[in-house]
């Protein structure tokens, strides 16, 4: 038997749908589920001043100063254990020399030098392009993520002993990360203008500064927009040990 929708329609009988009157019905329909998506969701709130974005920011306020506040308790419990250990452990100088040099190359124990200071920041709220540049885009006028672990890249480069971005220090697990106009730096939130200092050779670590093509090209914004650029060198500066969680933690597959 053929089906009726193949049928040709008679004289008596209603026409088959046409593709224009389907496509128009299943717009309309379409259109009725994102008005209601989008109903059920703002709950008659305007998205984008829905008030639950300012609460939304200023958890993750709160959340960072609560994680200052644990990295302070963990570093002073790490002091405990360390200063028994060290009491107990029974171990050689030799043994205890080869952990303290494997402590500094981690990260966990304070270490000082000469070193400096690079301060990155937003361009002025009236930043005006200079003769010559087009007019700037939003994005031309504040400090990107790149812009950060292109510092730390090239610092790393020159040969830094140690590197602090704000008052955290950087391990080999540290992740630099940007969301919108802020830092989140091992659970803690950080506004501009950010300051990374590193120990090691000044001249080494200007030179690296230098020679990184990515801290070239910031250095066109800088004089094209007027991001913030400066670079303090000190005769002697101290970084402080890492304090956080050295646990990896990672990603596993499901089921």
């Known amino acids: 038997m053929s089906n009726s929708a193949d049928t040709p329609s008679g004289p008596g009988r209603p026409g088959r749908w046409r593709p224009v009157r389907l496509l128009t019905a299943a717009v309309f329909a379409l259109a009725g589920l994102i008005f209601v998506t989008s109903f059920n969701t703002a709950k008659g709130t ?5 008030a639950s974005l300012l609460r939304f920011s200023d958890l993750i306020e709160e959340r960072s100063h609560k994680n200052a506040g644990l990295d302070e308790s963990t570093a002073v419990l790490r002091a405990e254990v360390d200063a028994l250990a060290d009491r107990d452990n029974g171990s050689t100088e030799a043994e205890d020399a080869r952990l303290h040099a494997l402590e500094e190359a981690a990260g966990t124990t304070e270490t000082s030098g000469p070193g400096l200071t690079v301060t990155l920041d937003d361009a002025p709220p ?7 540049y ?12 790149q812009d950060l672990q ?4 090239a ?7 140690g590197i602090k971005v704000m008052d955290q220090r950087l391990i080999s697990t540290s992740a630099v990360r940007c969301v919108g106009n802020t830092l989140i730096l091992q659970g803690r939130v950080y506004s ?6 590193a ?12 020679d990184s093509p990515a801290i070239q090209n910031y250095q066109l914004y800088v004089k094209a927009y007027g991001l913030g650029w400066k670079v303090d060198e000190h005769k002697a500066v101290t970084l402080p040990g890492y304090s956080g969680t050295v646990d990896l933690h990672y990603a596993q597959p499901v089921g």
């Open 192 to 197: 501009p203008p950010y300051k990374i200092t």
């Open 134 to 145: 087009p007019e700037p885009q939003a994005n031309d006028l504040v400090i990107h993520q």
């Open 150 to 153: 292109a510092v730390v890249n």
């Open 46 to 50: 305007n998205l984008r001043t829905d």
């Open 199 to 210: 120990v090691g050779d000044r001249d080494a670590l200007r030179r690296a500064l230098s």
């Open 155 to 161: 610092l790393w480069q020159g040969g830094a002993e």
């Open 126 to 132: 009236n930043a005006q392009a200079a003769p010559g």
